[in-house]
């Protein structure tokens, strides 16, 4: 099947999801591989690009959330499905494939697990969150070859950090993948990973050929991770309720967890000491309010509230400035837009 073909499956395929028909989900996918589609193809160009375009729908608020879960829920089964109908023999090592500490969307690192399976390699799939002593002891008990460490959002990297120096103190190197590492794995490399992959068959691609490893300084691996976190980043963590509380209470007619997610973003970017982890998140979040008809000037709001309550924080009142102007920047867009 070409890939033209394949594009007009995944439509159906985003159709069926889209309606949770799960049962015809599961016929289309294994329809295709019974008529000689690679399983691989079949997870990659239907069901990823699925999900991708499912969270798209999201953000537009073309869908509601309740669409959005009952559709991952049904490529979860389908992946599954897959899983028990394709049975490849195991001709490479062991893989212990796991989501980071608190990192629960999971389906791209299960279709990863997949694929690496599909391409002959044992896999133990731990699933969502796995906490790091959790992982660390199925370690010693299992003797992997590698670990492939998922993690989709950047606010879990502290905790992907911890999880990969536990690894490879454990003697077993890491395999990172996700959009939380970065576009351009900027962040595996940082957090002193081995390598690092931007999609699951580039993963394959780059275990089959050995794993490499990013260039080490002369003290290890892991070397460039020691200037992470820092003084700001312990007191945010430590006061991040107490913080939050006081914002919310000056802006109550905010939501609450858009306020949290405002706060994890700039935790995770004071950890890796990058302002444009959290200018990119201020970019979504003018976005995706603006598609459900509220105006970015709701982010402003609350960067500002953040900046005063932050006195102590002067790195992070930085990144509050940087996050204002580009918020700023919207809502002048929004205004432009809204006249035309």
């Known amino acids: 099947?070409?890939?033209?073909?394949?594009?007009?499956?995944?439509?159906?395929?985003?159709?069926?999801?889209?309606?949770?028909?799960?049962?015809?989900?599961?016929?289309?996918?294994?329809?295709?591989?019974d008529e000689g589609v690679p399983a691989e193809d079949v997870l990659l160009r239907i069901v990823a690009r699925g999900q991708l375009?499912?969270?798209?729908?999201?953000?537009?608020?073309?869908?509601?959330?309740?669409?959005?879960?009952a559709a991952t829920a049904v490529s979860e089964r389908v992946v599954a499905a897959v899983s028990g109908h394709v049975r490849p023999a195991a001709t490479r090592?062991?893989?212990?494939?796991?989501?980071?500490?608190?990192?629960?969307?999971?389906?791209?690192?299960?279709?990863?697990?997949?694929?690496?399976?599909?391409?002959?390699?044992?896999?133990?799939?731990?699933?969502a969150s796995v906490p790091g002593p959790h992982l660390i002891t199925h370690l010693h008990q299992t003797g992997p070859d590698v670990v492939a460490l998922g993690c989709t959002m950047p606010t879990r990297l502290a905790r992907a950090h911890a999880t990969i120096a536990a690894c490879q103190a454990a003697g077993t190197p890491v395999l990172a993948g996700g959009a939380g590492f970065g576009a351009d794995g900027r962040y595996?490399?940082?957090?002193?990973?081995?390598?690092?992959?931007?999609?699951?068959?580039a993963a394959a691609d780059r275990l089959a050929a050995g794993l490499p490893s990013f260039p080490a300084a002369d003290d290890g691996p892991g070397a460039a991770a020691v200037h992470l976190g820092g003084e700001e980043y312990v007191y945010l963590t430590r006061h991040r309720a107490e913080l939050l509380s006081r914002v919310v209470d000056r802006l109550g007619e905010h939501s609450a967890e858009d306020l949290g997610h405002m706060a994890d973003f700039l935790i995770a970017a004071t950890y890796v000491h990058d302002t444009a982890l959290f200018t990119d998140f201020v970019t979504w979040a003018c976005q995706v309010p603006a598609a459900r008809k509220v105006p970015a000037e709701s982010v402003v709001l609350g960067l500002r509230v953040f900046h005063d309550v932050l006195t102590d924080?002067?790195?992070?009142?930085v990144m509050l400035n940087e996050g204002l102007a580009v918020a700023q920047t919207c809502c002048a867009s929004q205004r432009t837009e809204t006249r035309v």
Request: proline share 4%; glycine share 10%.
């Open 1 to 33: 099947m070409v890939m033209k073909d394949l594009e007009t499956v995944a439509g159906r395929y985003l159709d069926l999801i889209g309606r949770a028909d799960e049962h015809g989900a599961v016929d289309l996918v294994l329809g295709l591989i």
């Open 93 to 127: 090592g062991l893989v212990a494939v796991a989501c980071a500490d608190g990192e629960y969307h999971a389906l791209p690192t299960r279709i990863m697990a997949e694929v690496l399976r599909l391409r002959g390699w044992r896999i133990d799939f731990l699933g």
């Open 313 to 317: 924080c002067p790195d992070a009142r």
């Open 53 to 69: 375009r499912v969270g798209e729908l999201w953000a537009s608020n073309e869908w509601p959330v309740a669409r959005e879960h």
């Open 188 to 201: 595996a490399c940082l957090l002193g990973a081995d390598a690092w992959a931007p999609t699951a068959d």
